[in-house]
């Protein structure tokens, strides 16, 4: 994954990890789709805090030797172990390297590509006006932005990962962002969105990416929720306008539901997202680490028993 040119994922000159077609002969090229391929590697992301690793001495020293008898793994992901741990003595196990890191969030956070209204799309709208073309065996086989349904009959009429947004994958990605928060804390940040001359730590960007997701659910300005798109019975009609249903996969540009209206599953874990962030304090979840972060959120402040 880590490794550079044509029979690796990581495009150095692009500053992003693309799927690889391996060709009959053994060679490989890059396909060069901006997708949630080079987004994933961002959530193989762990904090070891100080206390875990003071706990199995024996294992550790066998982390160490390894990683000196490997140097060649150790120069493409994040630095680790002894002289590299991070706010209180974190470690931190990540497949991707600070450099890589930054590169990566650039594109992420901009929103002419992934940085959607509401989370973050599965394809870059890049793709829009720039379709991803491959010709083998004297076929065309062509890859655009879809943000809502797709524009063939392949998958039942149903776009997947070419462009809508979809709630699990967001989540990966906040937690992902809290981890590295906890390895960093003020010390790396980023612009968000990019362009705009905002910088944020790692857990802003996080909290902005949660307050997107969150509004596809809540009323806007002229009080219609993106969730229901134009179906005017949701929007309007006092009977429904209150009962929320969770969607497969949201439009990538407005939030709309679509696909199957039921999926509860996994759709619902925006709940979550609310709670954490009305929960969490990034202070307090700095100095608290791993034991207090994101799935804890109710046990961090006390304010919730249940």
């Known amino acids: 994954m880590n490794k550079k ?96 890191l930054r590169k990566i969030l650039s594109r992420m956070l901009d929103e002419n590509e992934f940085f959607g209204p509401h989370g973050i799309r599965s394809i870059s709208k890049f793709h829009e006006n720039n379709p991803y073309i491959l010709h083998v065996g004297g076929q065309e086989f062509r890859v655009g932005y879809l943000p809502a349904e797709s524009d063939t009959g392949m998958f039942g009429g149903n776009s997947n990962w070419r462009g809508p947004m979809w709630m699990p994958i967001n989540l990966l990605i906040i937690r992902a962002l809290q981890q590295f928060y906890l390895y960093y804390g003020d010390n790396f940040k980023v612009e968000c969105p990019t362009g705009s001359g905002k910088m944020m730590n790692l857990f802003e960007v996080s909290r902005e990416l949660g307050a997107r997701i969150t509004s596809i659910f809540t009323r806007d300005a002229k009080g219609m929720r993106p969730v229901y798109g134009g179906t005017d019975k949701f929007q309007i009609d006092p009977h429904w306008r209150d009962l929320i249903l969770f969607y497969e996969y949201f439009h990538g540009d407005n939030g709309a539901g679509l696909g199957a209206s039921h999926q509860t599953g996994w759709s619902g874990v925006v709940a979550k997202i609310i709670q954490i962030f009305g929960f969490i304090d990034p202070k307090e979840l700095l100095e608290g680490g791993v034991s207090k972060s994101f799935l804890k959120g109710t046990e961090f402040t006390g304010k919730d028993k249940n």
């Open 5 to 100: 040119g044509p029979d690796g994922m990581w495009d150095d000159e692009d500053g992003f990890y693309y799927d690889l077609l391996r060709m009959p002969d053994g060679s490989a090229r890059k396909l060069k789709v901006r997708s949630l391929v080079g987004l994933l590697p961002l959530c193989a992301t762990s904090i070891v805090e100080k206390e875990q690793r003071d706990r199995v001495p024996a294992a550790m020293a066998t982390i160490w030797k390894n990683q000196r008898r490997m140097p060649e793994l150790m120069e493409s992901i994040h630095p680790t172990g002894k002289g590299h741990f991070g706010i209180n003595e974190r470690g931190i196990l990540a497949l991707v390297n600070p450099d890589r």
